[in-house]
């Protein structure tokens, strides 16, 4: 394959698992956090599995929104970091840490306010007692969106100059401390209180808080690669929001917004019974397990394009754009084969009903097949899209992709026409059949390098 197509540079090679490797193996420590926090409480309560699962749909959004803040700070740094300008830098990370740290601040507060109808959203009113597990657990772990403001915030920023390894020391701090207090405090060992899911949640709160305290030492006491001092983050720039707000936020707002479909579509999943839920959490855990290092790898690339674009070398972005795409398409069907083969041991983990793994084995079965077109697309609409300061164009994709073909298709087919739950399944990943013909086409064109640094 000619050099016109495929990027022979060892360097791009390099950097790309440099810093795409931490970012995925926090990635995967994370889906083991959750794993460890379901597989406790299953085993705790099979009742609890559900509720729990339906919960943390809210978490799932609220992490959604901040890492989408933090990754449109991550758009402008890359820039300013290639064209060394480390003053505009800093203020960029400024205003990024401000932004995830309120908007933690204030998820937290709307669900300690306003519990039961953020829990309506996913939970069938009638399911009393569904409702009542998942409400003791929300109104606890709703306390780490704070700290994981902090942390997204940090570590976001600091990927955006290429140092990554924190996010994996931390992750693994996270994860060590999440687990051992799960065993703890869901179990009542040492002497504590027996706490159930109540425990799972403060295992989940007190692991966030360290984590983000490993991210803050690291950030302002051993890395070297930008100046800057906890007062720095104090300082803001009027043209550091606009810049924000333009070039930036419209990450933050399409991933936030996604999340939200996730969570309509999670309230659809949660009024089709207790087996469809069960499944689903199974099913969505081993699409995260097979799409994780794909997001890696994007972010990665996203920091390397952004950085050539910021150097105002567009022939290197070009060639790095060739190379993504062929790299992202070979992963997609490796990754597609791996979920399929492992999707019956996986299931066995949770020791769940007959129905419900038959159910997840489907279900699973389906997802991986959307696999392919999950990684092609984010390879170009998270990586090459993003860096390049295209944000706003997948930004509309995702708005019509989302609300016009995934929520109306996963309704109609769960409440009108009454599909099989493996066909609802499908509708809620419609998308990723074809999105990645809009990304192809996009790329072939010169309207998605766009230059938003100051000069």
Known sequence: MGKTFFERDRGFYRAMVRLSLP????????????????????????????????????????????TGLGSGAVVLIAQYWGKKDQNALKRVFSVGFLACTGLGLLFSAVVLLFPRAIL??????GQGELTAVAQSYLMISCLAYVPLGISTALSSALRGVEVVRVTLYATVVSLLSNVALNYLLIYGHLGLPRMGVEGAALATVIARIIEAAVVWVYCFRVQRAVAIRPLDLLCQEKW??????????????TDAQWALVGLLKMAAIGHLGGE???AMNLTDT??????????ALAGGACVLVGKAVGEGDMEKVRRYSRTIQVMFAVIGVG????????????????GQTKAVETLSGQMIFIGALTLMGTSYHASCFVGINRGAGDN????????ICGWLVVLPLTYLGAFVFHWPLPIVFLCTRIDQCFKWIIAFIRLRGKRWIKNVTRT
Do not use: H
């Open 23 to 66: 970012t995925a193996l926090r990635s995967l420590l994370s889906l083991l956090v959750l794993m460890a926090d379901n597989v406790m409480v299953s085993r705790f309560s099979e009742n609890a599995l559900g509720p729990v699962s339906q919960a943390n749909a809210v978490s799932t959004f609220v992490t959604a929104a901040l």
């Open 120 to 125: 309506s959203l996913v939970l069938d009113a």
């Open 240 to 253: 550091a929001w606009r810049d924000y707000l333009r070039f930036g936020a419209p990450v933050g707002f």
């Open 276 to 278: 469809m839920m069960n």
């Open 286 to 295: 081993m699409m995260n397990l097979g799409t994780m290092f794909t997001f």
């Open 335 to 350: 990754m597609a084969l791996i979920v399929m083969a492992l999707r019956f041991p996986f299931i066995g983990l949770y």
């Open 392 to 399: 706003q164009f997948v930004m509309k994709v995702d708005l």
